[in-house]
C-alpha cells in the first residue's frame, strides 16, 4: 500500500535535487558544458535513473527553464497586482521588473554580462527561452489571465495576440548579444508600447 506513495516521494526528490545540480553546473561553466552524466554522479544516481525522469538533457534543461519562468511569473503577478489600477502602468512596470530580473537571475545573468570570464558568455540556459513551448505555455497563460481579469471593455481577442508580443519581444532581447548594454526602461517602454498598441490602450 505504501509503495506508490514512496515512489513518487522518490521521484519528486530526484527531480529537484537533479534541478538544483543542473543550476548549479549551468552557473559554473556555462549549460553547454554540463554533461547528464555529471548531473546524475553530483546526485548520486546512474544515467538510467535520471532519463527515466528527464529522456535527454534537453528535456532537463526546458524543466530547469519552465521553473525559472514560474520564479518569474511570482514577480510578474506582484508588480502586476501592485500597479492593477492602471492596466498600462502595470504592464510596463511588469517588463522592466523582468528585465531587471533576468540581469540578476544567477541562472540567467551569466550570459547577461555579470561574468567577467568572457568565455562563458552564450553558454547558459538562456538560448533555451526561445526554443521552450512549456514556457511560452506556462507564461502566456498566466499573463493573459490577468490581462482579460483586469482589462476594461471588450478586447478579449486581442489579449492573446499582445501577450504573445509581449513574451516574444522581451526573450528576444534577452537572447540578443549585447542588448542589457540599453536602458532597461527605454526597452521596456518600446515593449510595453507594442503590447499596448495591440489592446488599443495606446
Given at each position: 500500500?505504501?509503495?506508490?506513495?514512496v515512489?513518487?516521494?522518490?521521484?519528486?526528490?530526484?527531480r529537484?535535487?537533479?534541478?538544483?545540480?543542473?543550476?548549479?553546473?549551468?552557473?559554473?561553466k556555462?549549460?553547454?558544458k554540463?554533461?547528464?552524466?555529471?548531473?546524475a554522479?553530483?546526485?548520486?544516481?546512474?544515467?538510467?535513473?535520471?532519463?527515466?525522469e528527464f529522456?535527454?538533457?534537453?528535456?532537463l534543461?526546458?524543466?530547469l527553464?519552465?521553473?525559472?519562468?514560474?520564479?518569474?511569473?511570482d514577480?510578474i503577478?506582484?508588480?502586476?497586482?501592485?500597479?492593477?489600477?492602471?492596466?498600462?502602468?502595470?504592464?510596463?512596470?511588469?517588463?522592466?521588473?523582468?528585465?531587471?530580473?533576468a540581469?540578476?537571475?544567477?541562472?540567467?545573468?551569466?550570459?547577461?554580462?555579470?561574468s567577467?570570464?568572457?568565455?562563458?558568455?552564450?553558454?547558459?540556459?538562456?538560448?533555451?527561452?526561445?526554443?521552450?513551448?512549456?514556457m511560452?505555455?506556462?507564461a502566456?497563460?498566466e499573463?493573459?489571465?490577468?490581462?482579460?481579469?483586469?482589462?476594461?471593455?471588450?478586447?478579449?481577442?486581442?489579449?492573446?495576440?499582445?501577450v504573445?508580443?509581449?513574451?516574444?519581444?522581451?526573450?528576444?532581447?534577452?537572447?540578443?548579444?549585447?542588448?542589457?548594454?540599453?536602458?532597461?526602461?527605454a526597452?521596456?517602454?518600446?515593449?510595453?508600447?507594442?503590447v499596448?498598441?495591440y489592446?488599443?490602450l495606446r
Amino acid at each position: 500500500m505504501v509503495v506508490e506513495p514512496v515512489r513518487v516521494s522518490f521521484r519528486l526528490q530526484l527531480r529537484a535535487e537533479a534541478l538544483r545540480a543542473a543550476q548549479e553546473l549551468a552557473i559554473e561553466k556555462g549549460w553547454e558544458k554540463v554533461r547528464f552524466s555529471e548531473i546524475a554522479t553530483v546526485i548520486g544516481v546512474s544515467r538510467p535513473t535520471l532519463y527515466r525522469e528527464f529522456a535527454s538533457k534537453a528535456a532537463l534543461g526546458d524543466a530547469l527553464v519552465v521553473r525559472e519562468t514560474h520564479r518569474f511569473l511570482d514577480g510578474i503577478r506582484k508588480v502586476l497586482d501592485a500597479n492593477a489600477a492602471d492596466v498600462p502602468t502595470a504592464i510596463t512596470a511588469a517588463v522592466r521588473y523582468t528585465l531587471d530580473e533576468a540581469v540578476e537571475s544567477p541562472l540567467l545573468g551569466v550570459q547577461l554580462g555579470r561574468s567577467d570570464d568572457l568565455t562563458r558568455m552564450g553558454t547558459g540556459v538562456l538560448p533555451l527561452l526561445a526554443t521552450s513551448t512549456n514556457m511560452l505555455k506556462s507564461a502566456t497563460e498566466e499573463l493573459v489571465t490577468w490581462i482579460q481579469t483586469h482589462l476594461r471593455g471588450d478586447r478579449a481577442a486581442d489579449v492573446v495576440p499582445a501577450v504573445d508580443v509581449w513574451i516574444r519581444l522581451t526573450v528576444s532581447h534577452l537572447v540578443l548579444p549585447g542588448s542589457m548594454e540599453r536602458c532597461n526602461q527605454a526597452v521596456a517602454d518600446q515593449i510595453s508600447l507594442s503590447v499596448l498598441r495591440y489592446l488599443g490602450l495606446r
